[in-house]
């Protein structure tokens, strides 16, 4: 091959870049987190699908309805009331951030701004 | 069949493509439209020396329905399309890769003149792609129509002599291509694969074969070669009072001077040689030219490679043969592509032990860039001697002109020789201008008579594709009063002149060391009263020259 | 029409896993299969491509030379290093150039006549809205690409993160919005509606122009669907992808169907890409009129098959024209040649 190892070169690092993803998982197995649930409370404001797939939708209506609506109820799907309160409806649950909230998160790689402005249950190290 | 005036053919131009597909679209195959087939003998003069590239020499007419083709002549022309993609990366991944972007479409001088769709480069080259895909691809061969392929028939080869003969292989749309896909890469291999089964033109095998024989495009033989210089030894005598000498095969000299042919045959190509002639005087070099090797050009770029390595080795031979240490280049744009891209690669094994790096003998200078092909450039060279003050130069004596200069598109893109002719032009002359940016320096036009095209049968088609030079020339015609376009290019200097006068009527056309030539103050001249084209300079207008020519 | 045929085609694509997983549950098909078997014909058939580019020779050496070369004098001829490079690490800097910024596209212009009253005018006016979108769409690709390394790598490296981070900036709406996907799918339309608008190119496009587009248009937006609006269960697809990449695949339950869909038309554009002009991705590195110095003139270049050929030889011309010569005074090597051939 003319130039054979420019080309030889760059099929490494081509072929090298797209498999390094196998190469990094050799001999790893991958199972979802799995979440410190409370135990006190059995149910969440919504079903469980629901808050799996929707729960920052959720929140992030909650903040728009409490901070510029001023609205501070939330009935859920049952016709449940809720008070719209991060504080005082979530935390009084799930009272780890690190133990609930971060464990999914660090695997999806997604850092909510939540905690630029609450603060996170177990208080701040 | 009459040119249309230019304002007609302007308002004719219109960029928006025919309803049908372009594989639909049929191609004119009136007259005007093709170069002249080449005539037998010459085929046949060639395929005596190089039979692997040519082929099927015979009398015929592109106006005709039978092109007298060989019964295999697609086995051919298929097998040597293979063999091309085996021998050219350049040619395979440029029938891969292009993404059809349309950057490259209105780069092209024949399509801003023409507005033929199959003149922008994309299209040229889908030309043959479609025919890759077709033959040489799974996808192509089973989805045909969805992915623009197209099996290989006589109508595609027909298709194929027209278009690629309507490319001049001035590598502007390679500048604008983000792959660089070269259009003239593409025009050369169809080219090749033409020759093989005899669809060629004249104006390229002709020279082709004259050079071979005679040493030059133009079939000058040595006798008359000498003739020629002689006379023009005479004239710079009538201008100037002094007898240059003109060496020609003479052996021990240090320089062999190789300059393009067009140079000793033809107004105003003439003028420039004069100036080489009066510079080598002046600097009592130590050079000879030759008869053997009397031609710069190298038709063999538009013909085949074969032909060009066969055409250039004479240069090295002829070197070797006179024992020239290292050869000095004329003016000329294809030449100077051969030696900077191809010549050392095809022939350098040839050079003789006695060739060495390049080096001044009046300055001293080492030309350390032409280190292997141990070829100057003569714009190098002048543009050296003015830098140390060796010339004796009177820029006023070509105050006449306002001078302009127009970059021949292979020094310009296939070498990138941009500041040395216009540092020379800017010593020998006041008055330079230079035309607007987009069309100089690597952005140049064509002169559309390149690549063996300057034949006066397709003259329209020259025409249109002169536009873009021709209309940039006439801006600064009008805006500066520029009078005078000088150029480094042989072809330039025989095609440009009918483009002046169609685009730019009143601007004439020079080489560099034409303006050398006026400019320079020979050791013992008397009084010059007129340039080197024998007209009265400023001041000294005698009465018979208040003549005017009859109306045309 | 070509545009047409390729959307009614990627529109058939869609349906194919709608059906499939949506009706017929062959979830293992779509989600293991499938990928597993594209990311292999991606691979195999780029490396086959290059390694057949790569066997054909580069026999001369062809730079297009955008500026001044290097002269013998450098200080009175300034070289223009980027655009007529004369070694190695100023051609690396062209292709650098070339490839991360699309330098080329960067000098396009447009050409347009006019006729004015001092006469006809060819017009030359800069043109870089194909060098702007084009960049758009590459590198939106791009870092959408990498951003979706956070489903294959565990723990996910701190380059993602930081593209998650910067990409999400604008903190608009949760999901946060992606800047990237909302200028992938400008840069999309935006090439798209340039085929079609520009005479000129719409006339050279082809099913297979428009084809790509299309797909991955349509995979653009199968992504954002899923992100935005259907709200799939990342972390079951991060089971499913860390599945693929550790060789343990396995289907976890309660995948959205827009996910199969996102990931049939992923696998269709990897399994095309070889077999297509999306090649021109590997392609641009082995141009030879850009990645090559133009150095021709003072370092040797080797054609491997050069062929033998001589020219005509002094000696045979001499005998062709050895009278005329003589008798014009020019030398000759050989004084037999001064006779005409019927006297000799």
Redesign the interface.
Known sequence: ????GK?II??VI??GL??S??V???G??????ELKLPANEKKCVESL?FM???H??L??EWRDWALRDGKRVYVNHEGKEFEISLQNTCMKCHKSKADFCDK?H????????CWDCHIQPEGLK | MSTPSADELFKSIDYNPPASGWMETPVDFSPGNWCYPAKEDKTKYMMGYLPEAFGNPREWSPEDVDWKLPSNWREIVMNGFRERLDKYRSFKVFMDICVRCGACADKCHFFIGSGDPKNMPVLRAELMRSIYRGEFTVAGKILTKLTGSRVMEEDVLKEWFIYFYQCTECRRCSLFCPYGIDTAEVTMMARELLHLVGVNINWVLEPVSNCNRTGNHLGIQPHAFKDIVDFMVDDIEEVTGVKVKAPLNEKGHEILFITPSGDVFADPGIYTFMGYLMLFHFLDLDYTMSTYASEGGNFGLFTNSETMKKLNAKMYTEANRLGCKWILGGECGHMWRVINQYMDTMNGDIQGPQMRMPRSPITGTEFHNAAVTKMVHITEFTADLIKHKKLNLDPSRNDQYKVTFHDSCNPARAMGLLDEPRYVIKNVCNNFYEMPKGTIREETFCCAGGSGLNTEEIMEIRLRGGLPRGNALRYVQDKHGVNMLSCICAIDRATLIPLADYWAPGVEVCGVHELVGNALILPGEQERTMNLRQESLPGFEDEDDDWTPPNM | MNALYSLVFVFILVLIPLFGVGAAHLNTIFGICLPMTAIGIFLVFSVVKIVRWGRSPVPFRIPTTAGQQLSYDPELFKQNKWDNPSNGIQTVIRMVLEVCAFRTLFRNTSTSLHETKNGPVVAFSSSKWLWGFALLFHYSFLIIVLRHLRLFLEPIPFFVHGLEFIDGILQIGAPVMYMSDVLIVVGLLFLLARRLADAKVRYISLVTDYFPLFLILSVALSGIWMRYYAKVDVMAIKELTMGLVTMHPHIPAGIDVSFYIHVFLVSILLMYFPFSKLMHMPGVFMSPTRNMPNDNRFHHHENPWNPDIKPLSYEAYEKDFGPAMAEAGLPLDNPDNAKAPEEA
């Open positions: 091959m003319h130039y054979g080309i760059g099929i081509f072929v797209l498999l993803p196998f990094f998982n050799v790893k197995a991958y199972k979802q987190p699908e799996r797939t929707k920052m939708q929140l992030n999914c660090n695997d999806a790689g997604v850092s909510p701004y």
